[in-house]
């Protein structure tokens, strides 16, 4: 049973940090993709970023323009998890954000090429 289950998220003032995680079971983590894709209300879901499946040489990172140069993501295969560290935080980053894992070698930032997904955790960026 594939499962996927996001922790990390809360409420944080402008310019903090959060740091989310995403730990993953039933499959086979080290060779699928993983992603963050967020969904504030009344908009559609979005994609934030994602790290490929694991090679013999590491895994690429993509990111959302919104996003570059704040947030990084990372993988630990062998804790079957994916972390997104969002820094420089901004009020237009509230959102759901959801964390997705998908057999796909290309179009990272489509949700509909993912096959799993978590259940979501609420950031809140707010004074």
């Known amino acids: 049973q594939v499962e996927l289950v996001e922790s990390g998220g809360g409420l944080v003032q402008p310019g903090g940090s959060l740091r989310l995680s995403c730990t993953a079971s039933g499959f086979t983590f080290r060779t699928y993709a993983m992603g963050w894709f967020r969904q504030a209300p009344g908009k559609e879901r979005e994609f934030v970023s994602s790290?490929?499946?694991?090679?013999?040489?590491?895994?690429?990172?993509y990111y959302a323009d919104s996003v570059k140069g704040r947030f990084t993501i990372a993988r630990d295969n062998a804790k079957s998890t994916v972390y997104l560290q969002m820094n420089s935080l901004k009020p237009e980053d509230t959102a759901v954000y959801y964390c997705?894992?998908?057999?796909?070698?290309?179009?990272?930032?489509?949700?509909?090429?993912?096959?799993?997904w978590g259940m979501g955790t609420q950031v809140t960026v707010s004074s």
């Open positions: 790290a490929t499946a694991s090679g013999w040489s590491g895994w690429r990172t």
């Open positions: 997705a894992a998908g057999l796909l070698d290309r179009d990272y930032d489509r949700a509909d090429e993912y096959d799993y």
